[in-house]
């Protein structure tokens, strides 16, 4: 249960070693320092429009923009044709594939994106794993961090998983769309090829091929207080 090859297509990133003998695969959060810290060989293969920031700490493949105001901090890996938009902020420990998309004004941090995962507008990304062509909608958060700060379980109807970590967003399995302005709560799983409905507010676990829809009661009404011309 919750092995890595049951959410991501391990050969749709160029590090699968991430992955290697991890019983759940949140694991590889725990992984990502330790493997950029000696794997990682920074440099610039790509193309900086303008005068964006970026580390000594940050790899960039080939045919991949990084726009004028995006940060790039690191330790960081950016695959290839890759765009990096205005405002977006990658901080430390981020391993990114190719093809992805990281837009304005989205965060980034101690995460995996897997090759094509686009995330365009307004996210933030913190401590999660995103598969192969996952998207998020603008305005999609996946939180990483519970109120009280204690440590975050994986809820299963067979009970709790600890996880051994007090930061972890969610795990999004390959080609799952959320829709704007979801919120997705600490700890969560999210199956392959899932449908997640703008507006959402989730935790859990969320078996493959499921769609999750929000209803509310929506009322039209004359307005009474219409000034006069």
């Not at 297509?9 to 759940?24: I, M, R, V, W």
Request: glycine share 12%.
């Amino acid at each position: 249960m919750f092995a890595p090859a049951e959410f991501l297509s391990l050969k749709h990133t160029a590090h699968p070693k991430l992955f290697e003998n991890q019983n759940y695969v949140w694991d590889a959060l725990k992984q990502i320092a330790s493997y950029l810290q000696f794997r990682l060989k920074p440099g610039v293969m790509g193309k900086l429009v303008g005068k964006p920031f970026v580390s000594s700490a940050v790899f960039i493949g080939r045919g991949t923009i990084v726009e004028q105001g995006a940060i790039l901090k690191g330790p960081a890996w950016i695959g290839e044709n890759c765009e990096i938009r205005s405002g977006c902020y990658v901080r430390e420990n981020v391993v990114v594939g190719d093809g992805v998309v990281m837009g304005n004004s989205c965060e980034f941090k101690n995460c995996i994106l897997f090759d094509e995962v686009q995330t365009p507008h307004f996210n933030y990304v913190g401590d999660s794993i995103l598969g192969y062509r996952a998207h998020l909608g603008a305005g999609v958060i996946l939180s990483n961090v519970k109120l009280d700060h204690t440590e975050i379980s994986v809820a299963t109807p067979e009970g709790s998983i600890a996880t051994g970590l007090t930061k972890f967003g969610a795990i999004v399995g390959d080609r799952t769309e959320i829709g704007c302005n979801a919120v997705i709560n600490p700890g969560s799983i999210l199956g392959t090829d899932c449908l997640v409905y703008p507006g959402v507010n989730f935790r859990g676990v969320l078996p493959h091929g499921t769609v999750v829809k929000l209803r509310q009661e929506l009322q039209t009404l004359e307005r009474r207080d219409q000034r006069k011309s």
